[in-house]
C-alpha cells in the first residue's frame, strides 16, 4: 500500500479530528438531557472503501429507533494513516472497519475495545459462529478485539476444456497433479504456459509455505524460513519458472490470457469471478473453480476484515448493538446481495446464493483458510521474504543461502520492542 506524507496527513487529519471531537461534545452535551432531551444518540462509524451503500445501515436505524448511525466512508489507501491519527488524538469513531492484518498493530496501542463481557448477550458475536481461519483474527494478548464482518480466500480457476486435454478435467487435487499438468500445458509451445505466480504477494506464498507444513512463525514468535517445510514450498514454486510453466515476468492482461488458454489457470479471489464473465464471455461453460491442490493440506490465504470498537467510546453498548446487528446471518446475506463480500458467518453459506459451483468453491475454500502471522511485524517480515524470493528466481541467488539471511533478518525484527 502506497501512503501519502505522514506529516501532511496527520497535520491535516488532526485540524478534522479537533473539529469532529468538538462537535461530537456538543452533541453528548445536548444528548444527556437539558433543554433538549431525547436526541437521538449518534454512533459514528468509519467503513472502509470509495463508497457505502446505506441499505443496512437505513435498516439498523429503523430496528433501533433513539440511535442515528453516522458513516464515514475513508479509501483503503488513505485508512492507515487516518487510524493512526484517530488513536493519537483520541478522537476515532466508535465502531471501525479493520483490515485483519492491522488488528495486532492497533490492540497492541490499546486502541480497541475488549468485547469479551458482551458476548453472552450478543451470541451471535461468539467465536463458533465463524470459519477456523476468521476466529483466529478475532483476539489478541486473550481478548476480544473485532468480530468478522466479511471473509475473503483464493482459489484455483482452471479451464475445463484444456485441463481435461490433459487429464484434469477437474482440476489438479495435489502438487503433484498441478506439477502434471503444467509441464503438459507448457508442452504447447509458442508462449503457452500452465499458471500465473503472484510472487510479490506474500499472501500468495503463505498458502504454499502452508500446504508444504511450515508455520512460518510459530506461536512462540519463531521464524523458520530456513527450514525444509518452507524451503520446499519456495523450490517447488521456483519449479515452475525453471521448467517454463510461468514466465519470469508478463505483461499479458490476465482476463486476455485466460480466454485464449496462454494461462489455463490462476489462483485469485472470488472478484475475479464477474470479471471472467464480463471480460470472456466467449469461454462460458468452459471454466470452472475448484479448492486449492493439496501437498500436507490444501490450506489457504483468509483475509477480509472485521468491526471493532474504539476504546475512546463512550457509546459502547450502541456499538457493539450495531456489530451485532451486521454479524446477523440475515444481514451478512443482505451484505453479500450489496456489495458480493462473502459472509463472515458459517450459517450464511447454506442459502441458496451459494449453491452455484463457481462461488461454492470458496465457501468450502474457507474452511481450510487461514490469516497471516497475527503480529504486528508481519508486513515488514513479508516484504523481506518478497525480496529473497525475487533474488531466487530472478537474480538466481541460492535458495538456503537467502533463506538463511530472511531468517536472521525476520529474527532481528521480531526481536525488537
Given at each position: 500500500m502506497k501512503r501519502k506524507s505522514l506529516s501532511l496527513i496527520l497535520a491535516t487529519l488532526l485540524v478534522f479530528s479537533a473539529v469532529l471531537a468538538g462537535c461530537g461534545s456538543k452533541e453528548s452535551d445536548s444528548s444527556s438531557g437539558g433543554e433538549s432531551g431525547g436526541k437521538d444518540k449518534e454512533l459514528k462509524v468509519w467503513l472502509m472503501g470509495d463508497e457505502t451503500d446505506k441499505t443496512l445501515i437505513n435498516e439498523f436505524e429503523e430496528k433501533n429507533p433513539g440511535i442515528k448511525v453516522n458513516v464515514q466512508s475513508i479509501p483503503w489507501g488513505s485508512a492507515h494513516d487516518k487510524l493512526l491519527t484517530a488513536v493519537a488524538s483520541k478522537s476515532g469513531p466508535d465502531v471501525v472497519q479493520m483490515g485483519t492484518t492491522w488488528i495486532p498493530e492497533f490492540a497492541g496501542a490499546g486502541a480497541l475495545l475488549d468485547l469479551t463481557p458482551y458476548l453472552d448477550k450478543y451470541p451471535s458475536l461468539k467465536q463458533e459462529n465463524y470459519f477456523d481461519g476468521a476466529v483466529e483474527t478475532m483476539s489478541y494478548d486473550g481478548k476480544v478485539v473485532g468480530i468478522p464482518y466479511y471473509v475473503e480466500t483464493r482459489a484455483l480457476f482452471y479451464r475445463t476444456d484444456t485441463l481435461a486435454e490433459v487429464g484434469y478435467p477437474e482440476g489438479p487435487k495435489s502438487w503433484d497433479d498441478m506439477k502434471d499438468a503444467g509441464k503438459k500445458l507448457a508442452a504447447r509451445g509458442e508462449g503457452n504456459y500452465a499458471i500465473t505466480i503472484d510472487a510479490k504477494d506474500m499472501n500468495y506464498l503463505s498458502m504454499f509455505a502452508w500446504q508444504n507444513g511450515s508455520a512460518m512463525i510459530d506461536e512462540n514468535r519463531t521464524p523458520h524460513f530456513n527450514e525444509p517445510e518452507f524451503m520446499g514450498a519456495m523450490e517447488y514454486l521456483k519449479s515452475f519458472y525453471d521448467d517454463g510453466m510461468t514466465p519470469i515476468a508478463t505483461d499479458l492482461d490476465l482476463f486476455a490470457a485466460f480466454k485464449d488458454g496462454v494461462f489455463p489457470m490462476f489462483i485469485s479471489g472470488p472478484w475475479m469471478i464477474s470479471g471472467v464473465k464480463e471480460k470472456a464471455p466467449e469461454i462460458?461453460?468452459?471454466?470452472?473453480?475448484?479448492?486449492?491442490?493439496?501437498?500436507?493440506?490444501?490450506?489457504?490465504?483468509?483475509?477480509?476484515?472485521?468491526?471493532?470498537?474504539?476504546?475512546?467510546?463512550?457509546n459502547a453498548e450502541e456499538a457493539v448493538k450495531f456489530i451485532d446487528f451486521m454479524s446477523q446471518k440475515e444481514t451478512q446475506l443482505k451484505n453479500y446481495d450489496i456489495s458480493k463480500n462473502l459472509p463472515a458467518v458459517k450459517s450464511a453459506w447454506e442459502d441458496a446464493r451459494f449453491e452455484d459451483p463457481i462461488i461454492a468453491t470458496f465457501g468450502k475454500q474457507l474452511e481450510s483458510a487461514k490469516p497471516v502471522p497475527f503480529i504486528k511485524e508481519w508486513d515488514a517480515i513479508s516484504q523481506e521474504a518478497i525480496a529473497a524470493f525475487e533474488r531466487v528466481t530472478v537474480g538466481g541467488a541460492d535458495m538456503k543461502t537467502e533463506m538463511e539471511q530472511l531468517n536472521t533478518k525476520a529474527t532481528e525484527l521480531l526481536s525488537k520492542k
Amino acid at each position: 500500500m502506497k501512503r501519502k506524507s505522514l506529516s501532511l496527513i496527520l497535520a491535516t487529519l488532526l485540524v478534522f479530528s479537533a473539529v469532529l471531537a468538538g462537535c461530537g461534545s456538543k452533541e453528548s452535551d445536548s444528548s444527556s438531557g437539558g433543554e433538549s432531551g431525547g436526541k437521538d444518540k449518534e454512533l459514528k462509524v468509519w467503513l472502509m472503501g470509495d463508497e457505502t451503500d446505506k441499505t443496512l445501515i437505513n435498516e439498523f436505524e429503523e430496528k433501533n429507533p433513539g440511535i442515528k448511525v453516522n458513516v464515514q466512508s475513508i479509501p483503503w489507501g488513505s485508512a492507515h494513516d487516518k487510524l493512526l491519527t484517530a488513536v493519537a488524538s483520541k478522537s476515532g469513531p466508535d465502531v471501525v472497519q479493520m483490515g485483519t492484518t492491522w488488528i495486532p498493530e492497533f490492540a497492541g496501542a490499546g486502541a480497541l475495545l475488549d468485547l469479551t463481557p458482551y458476548l453472552d448477550k450478543y451470541p451471535s458475536l461468539k467465536q463458533e459462529n465463524y470459519f477456523d481461519g476468521a476466529v483466529e483474527t478475532m483476539s489478541y494478548d486473550g481478548k476480544v478485539v473485532g468480530i468478522p464482518y466479511y471473509v475473503e480466500t483464493r482459489a484455483l480457476f482452471y479451464r475445463t476444456d484444456t485441463l481435461a486435454e490433459v487429464g484434469y478435467p477437474e482440476g489438479p487435487k495435489s502438487w503433484d497433479d498441478m506439477k502434471d499438468a503444467g509441464k503438459k500445458l507448457a508442452a504447447r509451445g509458442e508462449g503457452n504456459y500452465a499458471i500465473t505466480i503472484d510472487a510479490k504477494d506474500m499472501n500468495y506464498l503463505s498458502m504454499f509455505a502452508w500446504q508444504n507444513g511450515s508455520a512460518m512463525i510459530d506461536e512462540n514468535r519463531t521464524p523458520h524460513f530456513n527450514e525444509p517445510e518452507f524451503m520446499g514450498a519456495m523450490e517447488y514454486l521456483k519449479s515452475f519458472y525453471d521448467d517454463g510453466m510461468t514466465p519470469i515476468a508478463t505483461d499479458l492482461d490476465l482476463f486476455a490470457a485466460f480466454k485464449d488458454g496462454v494461462f489455463p489457470m490462476f489462483i485469485s479471489g472470488p472478484w475475479m469471478i464477474s470479471g471472467v464473465k464480463e471480460k470472456a464471455p466467449e469461454i462460458e461453460g468452459k471454466w470452472a473453480t475448484t479448492t486449492l491442490p493439496a501437498k500436507e493440506s490444501n490450506s489457504s490465504f483468509l483475509g477480509g476484515a472485521n468491526l471493532s470498537v474504539f476504546s475512546t467510546t463512550k457509546n459502547a453498548e450502541e456499538a457493539v448493538k450495531f456489530i451485532d446487528f451486521m454479524s446477523q446471518k440475515e444481514t451478512q446475506l443482505k451484505n453479500y446481495d450489496i456489495s458480493k463480500n462473502l459472509p463472515a458467518v458459517k450459517s450464511a453459506w447454506e442459502d441458496a446464493r451459494f449453491e452455484d459451483p463457481i462461488i461454492a468453491t470458496f465457501g468450502k475454500q474457507l474452511e481450510s483458510a487461514k490469516p497471516v502471522p497475527f503480529i504486528k511485524e508481519w508486513d515488514a517480515i513479508s516484504q523481506e521474504a518478497i525480496a529473497a524470493f525475487e533474488r531466487v528466481t530472478v537474480g538466481g541467488a541460492d535458495m538456503k543461502t537467502e533463506m538463511e539471511q530472511l531468517n536472521t533478518k525476520a529474527t532481528e525484527l521480531l526481536s525488537k520492542k
